[in-house]
């Protein structure tokens, strides 16, 4: 009798186990127009392309696109909260474009950037996080885009979180990846960057 019981307890736990291991996780998208998939489809946008991959090769995630159009670091700051109210596995940070765009101060950047990391990492203490980093417009000089660039990297090394250094690499400057207003990408511009992401995105799953 003994024996039976054991192995009625050795099942239910074994099956307990299995239930957790098969919840689905979230990859969730925090980001601004680049996310948003500005000028197009929500389905063209690259974490709806990054979700057709995860899907096809069997990993258990659900994807959220929480991108927003025009959305600046100060107001992603303030949104957030609202944001993390669902689970979270995998939190990839795509802002600070627009402040580029702006010429708000990179510190000031840096500070709401950080903010959002910090409320995360409260969050969601085991949640990974991607930070993707932007560049800032040359007309704003060299050493403002300098600045701006080294922003992320400092980000990045503090906090010691995943980075993509340029999410739109090579996709920023070409003409038949982008829009016409030169700064969103195209369908096409979107399936690059969302190779670029799956590359540091893949080793964490």
Same mark, same amino acid.
């Given at each position: !009798? @003994? +024996?039976?019981?054991?192995?009625?307890?050795?099942?239910?736990?074994? !099956?307990?186990?299995?239930?957790?291991?098969?919840?689905?996780k979230?990859?969730?998208?925090?980001?601004?127009?680049?996310?948003? *998939?500005?000028?197009?489809?929500?389905?063209?946008?690259? $974490?709806?392309?990054?979700e057709? @991959?995860?899907?096809? /090769? &069997? %990993?258990?995630? =659900?994807?959220?696109?929480?991108?927003?159009s025009?959305?600046?670091?100060?107001?992603?700051? =303030? =949104?957030? #909260?609202?944001?993390?109210?669902?689970?979270?596995?995998?939190?990839? /940070?795509? /802002?600070?474009g627009?402040?580029?765009?702006? &010429?708000?101060?990179?510190?000031?950047? @840096?500070?709401?950037?950080?903010?959002?990391?910090?409320?995360?990492?409260?969050?969601?203490?085991?949640?990974?996080?991607?930070?993707?980093?932007?560049?800032? $417009?040359?007309?704003?000089?060299?050493? %403002?885009?300098?600045?701006?660039?080294?922003? %992320?990297? #400092?980000?990045?090394?503090?906090? #010691?979180?995943?980075?993509? $250094?340029?999410?739109?690499?090579?996709?920023?400057?070409?003409? #038949?990846?982008? +829009?016409p207003? *030169?700064?969103?990408?195209?369908? @096409?511009?979107?399936?690059?960057?969302?190779?670029?992401?799956?590359?540091?995105?893949? $080793?964490?799953l």
């Amino acid at each position: !009798m @003994k +024996l039976v019981k054991v192995g009625i307890l050795f099942v239910l736990i074994t !099956m307990s186990v299995q239930a957790q291991d098969q919840q689905q996780k979230t990859i969730l998208f925090f980001g601004d127009s680049i996310t948003a *998939g500005y000028g197009l489809e929500i389905e063209q946008a690259f $974490p709806a392309l990054i979700e057709q @991959k995860v899907d096809s /090769l &069997g %990993y258990n995630y =659900r994807v959220v696109n929480a991108g927003l159009s025009g959305e600046t670091s100060a107001g992603g700051l =303030r =949104r957030v #909260d609202w944001i993390l109210q669902q689970p979270v596995d995998i939190f990839v /940070l795509e /802002l600070g474009g627009n402040d580029g765009l702006r &010429g708000i101060d990179p510190e000031s950047t @840096k500070e709401n950037l950080q903010g959002i990391i910090n409320k995360v990492e409260d969050t969601y203490s085991d949640a990974a996080i991607i930070l993707a980093g932007m560049q800032a $417009p040359p007309n704003m000089g060299q050493d %403002y885009t300098e600045a701006f660039h080294q922003m %992320y990297h #400092d980000l990045a090394e503090v906090n #010691d979180v995943v980075f993509l $250094p340029f999410i739109l690499e090579g996709v920023a400057g070409d003409p #038949d990846l982008n +829009l016409p207003d *030169g700064i969103h990408p195209t369908e @096409k511009g979107h399936k690059i960057v969302a190779e670029n992401v799956w590359k540091v995105l893949e $080793p964490i799953l």
